[in-house]
């Protein structure tokens, strides 16, 4: 199995910022990477697929990039709405399918 | 607008069966471009696939959960299913329905979720 580390767990920011999320694949997946975005008591909710490219609906502020077995998702100007947990998601190498363990962002 | 709706009971005792089934409305479960799938996330916890199936009923399902696992689909009712054994509190979760798509480009990505189904495994 792929395992997929998040680096940081969880982080401060604020409204504003530029933030970086990390993921960290165990082996090379060739851009097969998704991510996304879960606020409390609701489903995640897809903002990028094949590492870089945006969902539609999307804003603009999110972004992501990364080859081998290093993706980033950066968010460019941090928005009230952003708050939440982020997941990457790896699809190369199924099943299984594996999640990293989420990154926790919250207002400084 | 597609929407996906899970439905079951919230509580199992353990050693039995979990049973869930997730109603898709506003689009076919048919359709060629799509599988569909189960995640869970146990309380507090991170996103785990269970696994997916086609409208033709080819499936496949994490290994660490595949000898407990059976997922089905019902094209006449636009439904898929879920139906976990031998079930034990490591198995209370949120679980989640959700469709991705069956193409090189947008690949494994889940792009509509069910709002998600609290099931506790308790006697």
């Known amino acids: 199995d792929i395992q997929m580390t998040q680096s940081p767990s969880s982080l401060s920011a604020s409204v504003g910022d530029r933030v970086t999320i990390t993921c960290r694949a165990s082996q090379g997946i060739s851009n097969s990477l998704a991510w996304y975005q879960q606020k409390p008591g609701k489903a995640p909710k897809l903002l990028l697929y094949?590492?870089?490219r945006l969902e539609s609906g999307v804003p603009s502020r999110f972004s992501g990039s990364g080859s081998g077995t290093d993706y980033t998702l950066t968010i460019s100007s941090l928005q009230p709405e952003d708050f939440a947990t982020y997941y990457c998601?790896?699809?190369?190498?199924?099943?299984?399918?594996?999640f990293g363990q989420g990154t926790r962002l919250e207002i400084k | 607008q597609l929407q996906l709706q899970e439905s079951g009971p919230g509580l199992v005792k353990p050693s039995e069966t979990l049973s869930l089934t997730c109603t898709v409305s506003g689009g076919s479960i048919s359709s060629s471009s799509y599988y569909w799938g189960w995640i869970r996330q146990p309380p507090g916890k991170g996103l785990e696939w269970i696994g997916s199936?086609?409208?033709?009923?080819?499936?496949y399902y994490n290994p660490s959960l595949k000898s407990r696992v059976t997922i089905s689909v019902d094209t006449s009712k636009n439904q898929f299913s879920l139906k976990l054994s031998s079930v034990t509190a490591a198995d209370t979760a949120v679980y989640y329905c959700a469709r991705h798509p069956n193409n090189m480009v947008r690949g494994v990505s889940f792009d509509y979720w069910g709002q998600g189904t609290l099931v506790t495994v308790s006697s």
């Open positions: 998601q790896q699809y190369y190498s199924t099943p299984p399918i594996t």
């Open positions: 094949a590492a870089s």
């Open positions: 199936i086609y409208y033709s009923g080819s499936t």
